[in-house]
């Protein structure tokens, strides 16, 4: 039986969109991103740490390891660890994954090729590698120490690099992150109603029309609000624009992007007004 | 009163709505493609309406106007499609007992017809470059 790896949960810093530490908001009442994170990892490895910056000295009532160098992100977080235990495999994920399951992290583990230096999954989006929801095997350290000495500070970059397996995603949102208020609120109401398979008719207007190539489309979505289907297509469609600058109507109504989406609805994306 | 059109705009058939005995002053605004914006030489525009959207909150402004001011009339038209130079884009024609509200009132109209009506304008420049105007700052990284 193959020996279950160790789990790093990568605390991440500031959010400048969020206006605060990302671990530290709730998720669900009474469970931060980052406890949550932990209890996910705990459940599928032998241990879990956290990590965290070099100059964090805040204390924390879970395990931590610190950075041993600034700025290099996630490859930080991979080489403090494997110089804690370097003779174990590590599973690397981010507080910042607000719809990780269980079973998908169990998927993971279960698909862990140990013949490889690295088990992950495939981007839904770009069909890339996922750095952050990653095993690590002991033999991709020498390379992780290779390409940080070379100056290599994009995870994504390390981990193609790597031999590896790489998974298809179970449930394809599993690694939609989290980056403002909007996408908090969709996960919030994912983890409290589920998400169901809806089919909607999405609207583009202006340059958002020239950015998907069409007027409009028939788009299955399980996003509960508005806000989670404009993250789907600003990755899938490339988008040009970002959440701040478009509006949004619903059967021809604008709406706060909070809003539930409903089987049938007709969503109209709106750039910047520019009449007159 | 709240109207989208592909066609050229006929600023006298737009002005004989406003007429009303009650009415001792009409004011009208009329916008105009110019040829330069931002420095840059303009050969002409296209105008992009949502249809549904523009003409239900254009009626919801010439109400609000109507009854902010204590109108006898409000009217706006827009333009949709290719504008050369010259043309006019957007026309509005107020009508009240006293001259004060209809300046006030067309000015209200146009502000709000900018600021909440889904219309976009791409422009043509004379160096074979177009551009969307407005969304120039808010570009994401990926392009």
């Known amino acids: 039986m193959k020996k279950k790896p160790y789990g790093l949960l990568l605390a991440g810093g500031k959010s400048t969109r969020m206006g605060r530490d990302k671990a530290d ?38 395990p931590t390891i ?13 080489e403090s660890a494997f110089s804690h235990s370097p003779e174990t495999a590590w599973l690397v994920t981010a507080c910042d994954l607000p719809f990780l399951t269980l079973s998908t992290l169990e998927y993971l583990v279960e698909a862990r090729d140990t013949t490889c230096d690295a088990t992950c999954f495939t981007s839904r989006f770009d069909g890339k590698p996922e750095p952050l929801c990653t095993i690590y095997e002991p033999s991709s350290r020498a390379i992780l120490e290779r390409e940080l000495s070379d100056g ?23 690694l939609d992150n989290c980056n403002r208020p909007e996408d908090l609120e969709e996960a919030r109401l994912s983890l409290s109603h589920g998400r169901s398979l809806k089919s909607v008719l999405v609207e583009y207007c202006g340059v958002l029309r020239e950015d998907a190539g069409c007027h409009s489309e028939e788009f299955q979505t399980r996003s509960v609000t508005v806000a989670g289907l404009w993250e789907e297509l600003r990755m899938s469609r490339r988008l040009s624009l970002e959440i701040d600058s478009v509006k949004v109507a619903i059967n021809d ?23 007159g | 009163m709240f109207l989208l059109t592909p066609e050229p ?38 105008y992009e309406a949502h249809g549904p959207v523009a003409e239900k909150e254009g009626r919801c402004i010439l109400r609000e106007a109507i009854e902010k001011f204590d109108l006898d009339y ?4 827009h333009r949709t499609g290719t504008l050369e130079i010259g043309e006019c884009a957007v026309m509005v024609v107020v009508s009240a007992p006293h001259r004060r509200e209809t300046f006030d009132a067309c000015r209200f109209v146009i502000d709000e017809v900018k600021r909440r009506l889904p219309i976009w304008k ?22």
Request: aromatic share 6%; charged share 30%.
């Open chain 1, 25 to 62: 908001l709730m998720i669900v009442e009474g469970l931060s991103m980052r406890d949550r994170g932990l209890e996910l990892l705990g459940a599928v490895t032998e241990k879990s740490y956290l990590a965290i910056a070099g100059d964090d000295h805040r204390n924390y009532d879970d």
């Open chain 1, 66 to 78: 610190q950075d041993l160098r600034e700025n290099a992100g996630p490859m930080a977080g991979l």
């Open chain 1, 152 to 174: 290599v500070r994009c995870a994504r970059r390390f981990l193609s690099t790597l031999a590896r397996k790489e998974i298809k995603l179970p449930e394809l949102s599993a």
């Open chain 1, 253 to 275: 109504e604008f709406r706060s992007w909070n809003q539930p989406l409903a089987e049938e609805d007709k969503v109209t994306l709106f750039p910047p007004f520019a009449g």
């Open chain 2, 9 to 46: 705009i006929d600023p006298t058939s737009l002005r004989e709505a406003a007429d009303n005995p009650h009415a001792g002053a009409v004011s009208i605004f009329e916008g105009l493609v110019r040829n330069h914006h931002q420095g840059r030489k303009v050969l002409r525009l296209e």
């Open chain 2, 74 to 77: 409000a009217g706006a038209t």
């Open chain 2, 122 to 143: 791409k422009e043509f420049y004379t160096d074979g470059s177009s551009e969307w105007v407005g969304c120039e700052g808010c570009r994401g990284k990926q392009h």
